[in-house]
């Protein structure tokens, strides 16, 4: 599976944009971007994915790079709930597997 | 809407016993997946079905067992537990095969061995 990387940690202030980065210099052709979060004690949250076009959603929005070497999720207002931590994951097409590294812990400040 | 439903959210077991984790989608999902969690780790997944009827392994299979029972249910079963074993268990699902859609998870159960 092709690996990202993302900053161990972030912070931002409650209705403020967050941008979250990340790094994933070996994607192949096939590699669908995935992002999730997880709150403290909680299941993982689908946030958004996507291929190659930029996504929106009602939770956030998802810009990828040209060459989909990285992609940035963006969530437009943060709130207290936001707070999480999260994961960007490579899923090649026909996979099953979702393959969760360590994440982003985003702390928003009130 | 319910999602993704586990029982029990909480388990102790003794070394040895057994025990069988439930799972129920409402979402009319194809595809179902049993993860689990280990403490400051990522998700790992244990066994998914594709489809009714079908079964596979995924990366650390080994002391579990699962049943599809039908569209809605998944079932991971433990029958010799081992403390190795104690972690954070997530059902997940999605609508079909593939990297095209998202997980919905449940809540997870957390099981202690002890």
């Known amino acids: 599976d092709a690996k990202t990387t993302q900053p161990n940690s972030m912070e931002s202030n409650e209705e403020e944009p967050v941008h979250l980065p990340c790094n994933h210099s070996?994607?192949?052709?096939?590699?669908?971007i995935h992002w999730y979060r997880q709150l403290p004690s909680q299941g993982p949250e689908y946030v958004i994915h996507g291929l190659t076009s930029n996504v929106n959603n009602r939770m956030a929005s998802l810009a990828i790079a040209e060459d989909r070497k990285s992609s940035t999720l963006i969530l437009h207002r943060a709130t207290l709930r936001d707070a999480a931590v999260y994961y960007c994951?490579?899923?090649?097409?026909?996979?099953?597997?979702?393959?969760f590294g360590k994440g982003t812990k985003l702390t928003v400040n009130p | 809407n319910a999602g993704v439903t586990q029982t029990p959210k909480f388990q102790v077991l003794k070394t040895g016993q057994s025990m069988t984790l439930q799972c129920a989608q409402d979402?009319?999902?194809?595809?179902m997946y049993w993860y689990r969690q280990d403490p400051g780790m990522g998700l790992r997944l244990i066994y998914y079905s594709a489809s009714e009827g079908t079964t596979d392994k995924g990366e650390v299979p080994n002391g579990y067992n699962v049943s599809r029972l039908n569209k809605r249910e998944f079932s991971l079963r433990l029958e010799s537990a081992a403390p190795s074993q104690t972690s954070v268990y997530f059902c997940a699902s999605k609508q079909g095969q593939g990297s095209r859609y998202g997980y919905t998870f449940g809540s997870g159960t957390r099981l202690t061995v002890v």
């Open positions: 070996t994607i192949s052709g096939t590699d669908y």
């Open positions: 979402m009319n999902h194809n595809s």
């Open positions: 994951i490579l899923t090649q097409g026909g996979s099953e597997k979702l393959v």
